[in-house]
Structures are given as structure tokens and as C-alpha cells.
């Protein structure tokens, strides 16, 4: 008896489509949930990866020829008012607003200074809303996804039981099959989830240091033009 429940076993197809090719309806759904959204994942991961070194590589180009030494005008000209790079684009927030708080006559516009800080913090905010969009969705993958393939192991057992209760039998070629499809599901939420927690915290502190070193560079850049508003 058991050697021909184990040759029943041996003949039955575990492979990854075949366990899925065996599933009931309701855990197909939660199998290709899991499987889109590591795939929005990794892409996700993977695009706001390449924004990030692409940010730090401006931001390195720009302190540069900030601090070159050149006319911050000339610079400003050479930039123009929407430069590519997100650090250039806060100093050229706080450029537009120094510009434009000269009168005709060449005196500033009283209260200046604080124009220009809110400027300036407007364009971290944006830069800093942009880097960190798509992060939400790999919080909420990282969240959700075990859960989600938790519900489709609980639903592939459940239908795992009904089959054992109609066909009366306890043999490992009734009971395996059901219980390997339902592991599955688990398996597919944890493949999921760990990358997407992973690289969360990874690339949330990636955005939290470039939007500090904005910020920084504000600090400095406003230093610097209230010197020039007390000379």
C-alpha cells in the first residue's frame, strides 16, 4: 500500500507551473497578484535606483561649479531658470527670487531674504515628493504581500481538506498535492516582500540623504546672499 501511494506521488507534477496549473480559481488570482506586484516591485526598485546615482552624479557636477568660483549670475545664466539637475534647480529657485527682488534702481525689495528661503524650500519640497515616489508602493508590498499569500495558503488548505473529505482517502498522493499548491502562495508573498522591505529602508535612506544635502546647500547658498544683503 505504501509503495503504491509513493508511485502515485512520484507521477504527480510539483514543478512551479504545475502546482499552479492544479490551483482553485481564488489562489490562481492571489498566485498572479504576488507575481505582478514583485515584478512593480524589482521595477520600481530598479528605476529609483538609477535616479538616485543619477542624482548624486548632478549634484556632485553642480557643488563643482557652485563653488568654482564663478559669478553666481553668470552661472545662473549658463543654467537658466529649469535646469536638468535637482540641486541646480534649488539654486535656481533661489536666483529667480533674488532677481527678482531687485527694483529698477538696483535696491532689494524688503523682506528678500525670506523669499527667497521659501523659494528654495518649495524646490526641495518638489525634488523631494519626486524622489520618493513609487517608495509607498514598496512599503505597502513589503506590508501586505506575506498576508495576501497567507489568505491563499489558508484558501488552497481549506480546498485541500474538502478533496481529502469527498474522496475519503489520507494517502500523500491526495494530501500533498493540495498542501504543495497552498505552500506556494506563502512562498510567493515572502519572494514579494523581503526585497521590497529591503530595498524600502535602502532607498529611503538614499532619499533622505540627497534631501539633506539640498538642504544643506540652501543653509550655505543663503549665507551667502545674506552677506551680500548686509554688505
Not at 90 to 95: D, E, L, S
Not at 156 to 162: E, K, L
Not at 209 to 226: K, M, N
Request: proline content about 3%; aromatic content about 10%; hydrophobic content about 50%.
Amino acid at each position: 500500500m505504501e509503495t503504491e501511494t509513493l508511485a502515485l506521488a512520484s507521477e504527480i507534477d510539483f514543478s512551479m507551473w504545475g502546482l499552479f496549473a492544479r490551483a482553485t480559481l481564488t489562489v490562481k488570482f492571489v498566485m498572479l497578484l504576488l507575481i505582478l506586484a514583485s515584478f512593480w516591485a524589482w521595477a520600481t526598485i530598479i528605476q529609483k535606483w538609477l535616479a538616485y546615482r543619477r542624482a548624486e552624479a548632478e549634484a556632485r557636477q553642480f557643488e563643482a561649479a557652485f563653488w568654482s568660483g564663478e559669478p553666481l549670475d553668470e552661472l545662473y545664466r549658463k543654467l537658466g531658470p529649469e535646469p536638468e539637475g535637482r540641486a541646480a534647480s534649488v539654486f535656481a529657485a533661489g536666483m529667480a527670487e533674488w532677481q527678482r527682488s531687485h527694483r529698477d534702481d538696483g535696491a532689494l525689495i524688503p523682506g528678500a531674504q525670506a523669499r527667497i528661503d521659501r523659494s528654495m524650500n518649495v524646490a526641495i519640497q518638489r525634488e523631494s515628493e519626486d524622489l520618493e515616489k513609487g517608495l509607498p508602493f514598496l512599503a505597502t508590498v513589503g506590508s501586505t504581500a506575506p498576508f495576501i499569500g497567507l489568505f491563499g495558503t489558508v484558501w488552497g488548505i481549506m480546498n485541500a481538506f474538502v478533496e481529502i473529505a469527498e474522496q475519503q482517502n489520507t494517502n500523500l498522493a491526495v494530501v500533498a498535492p493540495g498542501i504543495a499548491e497552498a505552500l506556494l502562495a506563502t512562498g510567493l508573498g515572502l519572494l514579494a516582500a523581503i526585497p521590497a522591505v529591503i530595498f524600502y529602508n535602502k532607498l529611503s535612506t538614499d532619499a533622505n540623504r540627497l534631501v539633506g544635502g539640498y538642504e544643506a546647500f540652501a543653509d550655505e547658498f543663503t549665507t551667502i546672499l545674506s552677506r551680500q544683503l548686509d554688505s
